[in-house]
């Protein structure tokens, strides 16, 4: 029978039993029976190993809880998976059984005899040579536990997150789906820059079922057993796939129905979760009829992974480099000021004034949790400092490579190493406003990128740091010509802890809307 996988916290029965897979046991000063699953995995470099009393540390059996389900139809021939918790941690292996998969369920909290058993890899690690005297079902659980992860994370710690359930949230389906086109056989998904494979076997129930072009997945993690170096995501039901392509967008939007208009990037103090930017409406939009999304950019500082290179995706890089907001509920009227950025909603850092009167179409604790479907958790989504960074507006909230924004404001220093890369044509794609353009003006000549041709405008940062500046992007918008009459300048305001919310919407460095 089909069972909903629930991503929650395992049992205490099966904490317990986790909990107790030690290499040693000091307290009797003998060794422990058991190794944890992440310790085994450590066993393998490369080469098949014959798993000896001396490689497991004269331990001899390892624990886990069945995450494969050999009823939904969509687990590799003869293979069970097993994953096992332990505090903050979760780690997962294949087991290869043979004929006998069919015996174990998912749930079943097991203890398996790994001594003298080879752990190699067939696309995936695996341990071979399990037979049915080496495993006891000691207990059951319908509670699994799953993580969201991003497919940065996923290639940057594969064996940390191999043979456990995952779920990727905004993903692409590359090339887009043909009319009709099915699950079964494998998919590509694009998430950020990088491609996770889908894998279905025509046995699932789910196999038929229509490739939508933007998805979620859920399911089990392996290394792919066709492309040496990729991972795959079986899924196990189809409530484990969600559609999440954007709806059709009106034809008769027009340009620039949103505009950023100032933010906060240094705020005192800490800046996680305390990051916001504002935007003002030029139209009347409901975002649960028409979405958007906001992505932003830190390029600065020693902690980004590839810090001294451009971005290889552009703006869906993802990672520690972009971070995406979906604005998928709430309205905003023509005219209205709103707001994207920490959940915190504070005018400067921690203990200031709460701003949560303010329109805010999407806040999220992107310190601890990442972005919508874009972007690992990062305390710090808008450099200080360095590098360029910026954000981006797009119409929709499934954006690639080739998504080319409505809207942009880049600030920061002067280079561009890690902005764009010229001989393989990646970088951050401009809008057409009142700073950037992807032809130049003149002479017609492509310049799709920022920090290329005329694409050099950036708001410098403010100094000093760390006090609490609200960046203001004062300009003259048309709102019937849906332009710029006067383009955006920038002012810093310094705000206290005692600011209030009118302070940013007010002055005559806001940005002014004529008909």
């Not at 559609?243 to 008769?252: C, T, Y």
């Not at 935007?279 to 906001?294: C, E, G, K, M």
């Not at 010509?481 to 705000?495: A, D, H, I, M």
Request: proline share 5%; hydrophobic share 35%; charged share 20%.
């Amino acid at each position: 029978m089909k069972k909903k996988l629930l991503y929650i916290l395992l049992l205490p029965v099966y904490l317990l039993i986790m909990q107790s897979c030690e290499k040693r046991d000091f307290i009797n000063g003998t060794p422990s029976p058991y190794i944890a699953i992440e310790d085994l995995r450590q066993i393998h470099k490369g080469d098949d190993v014959q798993m000896t009393a001396e490689k497991l540390s004269e331990a001899h059996m390892t624990t886990g809880v069945v995450i494969s389900d050999y009823e939904s139809g969509n687990t590799p021939e003869g293979i069970i998976v097993v994953q096992q918790a332990k505090p903050g941690k979760l780690h997962g292996i294949a087991l290869k059984v043979g004929s006998i998969a069919s015996n174990y369920q998912q749930g079943d909290s097991i203890l398996i005899h790994v001594q003298d058993k080879q752990l190699k890899r067939e696309g995936f690690l695996l341990i071979d040579g399990i037979t049915a005297s080496d495993i006891e079902v000691v207990s059951k659980t319908s509670a699994l536990y799953g993580r969201n992860v991003t497919g940065s994370a996923i290639y940057q710690r594969p064996n940390e997150y191999e043979s456990t359930l995952v779920k990727v949230v905004g993903g692409e389906i590359f090339p887009r789906p043909q009319a009709g086109q099915t699950f079964s056989g494998v998919k590509r998904m694009v998430n950020g820059a990088d491609t996770l494979n889908i894998r279905t076997l025509s046995s699932a129930p789910f196999a038929d079922m229509v490739v939508p072009r933007n998805i979620n997945v859920r399911g089990i993690l392996l290394g792919d057993t066709d492309t040496e170096g990729a991972m795959a995501i079986w899924p196990l039901y189809a409530t484990d796939i969600e559609d999440i392509s954007d709806p059709e967008i009106p034809g008769d939007l027009g340009d620039m129905p949103l505009v950023f208009t100032g933010y906060c990037a240094d705020p005192e103090g800490g800046d996680g979760n305390y990051e916001y930017i504002q935007l003002r409406a030029n139209a009347d939009i409901d975002f649960s009829a028409i979405p958007f999304s906001v992505v932003t950019t830190n390029n600065a500082g020693g902690n980004q992974p590839n810090a001294g290179a451009p971005p290889g995706a552009g703006w869906a890089t993802g990672g520690m480099r972009t971070l995406k907001f979906n604005l998928t509920e709430g309205s905003v009227k023509k005219g209205e000021f709103f707001y994207v950025g920490g959940h915190q909603k504070r005018i400067n850092g921690a203990n200031s004034t709460q701003i949560t009167e303010l329109n805010w179409i999407r806040a999220i604790p992107y310190a601890t949790s990442g972005g919508d479907g874009l972007g690992d958790a990062n305390a710090n989504i808008l450099a200080n400092s360095g590098h360029p960074s910026g954000m981006a507006l797009f119409v929709g909230t499934n954006i690639n490579e080739a998504s080319v924004p409505i809207d942009l404001v880049m600030f920061g220093g002067t280079g561009t190493v890690t902005t764009i890369d010229s001989i393989n044509n990646l970088g951050y794609r401009v809008a057409n406003n009142d700073h950037y353009s992807p032809f130049h003006r003149e002479t017609g000549d492509a310049q799709p990128f920022f920090s290329m041709g005329t694409n050099q405008y950036r708001v410098p940062h403010f100094l000093p740091a760390n006090i609490g500046i609200f960046v203001q992007l004062g300009g003259v918008f048309n709102m019937t010509t849906r332009k710029w009459e006067t383009p955006r300048s920038y002012n810093g305001y310094v705000l206290t802890k005692q600011s209030s919310a009118s302070e940013l919407e007010e002055g005559e460095f806001t940005t002014q809307q004529i008909e």
